[in-house]
């Protein structure tokens, strides 16, 4: 079983940054596609940022170019690094992890394993 924690949720003012953290324990982190999911109230979970066990990064494309994923597998760490925040982006961000590889990786039924989230409120 992989556990799986997020930090690093705020309140912000549009325009600024964010880091978020997911810690991980209880597997081999290095085996484990990692992703990002967001849900805003009212709304379906949606896909954010995924970094695969090579490293390979995808973002949707609402982020793309303003957030950027990583992943340290020495210390079983991944990261969201959130800039130019706008109040669209507000939301509970989860962190995931899966086993499997390739396509499929934006589908939150992909992953075997979630966080508890954390509040990301950006306002204007």
């Known amino acids: 079983q992989v556990q799986l924690v997020e930090s690093g949720g705020g309140l912000v003012l549009t325009g600024a940054s964010l880091r978020l953290s997911c810690a991980a324990s209880?597997?081999?982190?290095?085996?484990?596609?990692m992703g990002w999911f967001r849900q805003a109230p009212g709304k379906e979970r949606e896909f954010v940022a995924y970094?695969?066990?090579?490293?390979?990064?995808n973002y949707a494309d609402s982020v793309k170019g303003r957030f950027t994923i990583s992943r340290d597998n020495a210390k079983n760490m991944a990261y969201l690094q959130m800039n130019s925040l706008k109040p669209e982006d507000t939301a509970v961000y989860y962190c995931?992890?899966?086993?499997?590889?390739?396509?499929?990786?934006?589908?939150?039924?992909?992953?075997?394993?979630w966080g508890q989230g954390t509040q990301v409120t950006v306002s204007s």
């Open positions: 995931a992890a899966r086993r499997s590889v390739g396509l499929g990786y934006a589908v939150s039924s992909e992953y075997a394993y």
């Open positions: 209880g597997g081999t982190f290095s085996l484990y596609g």
């Open positions: 970094i695969g066990r090579s490293a390979y990064t």
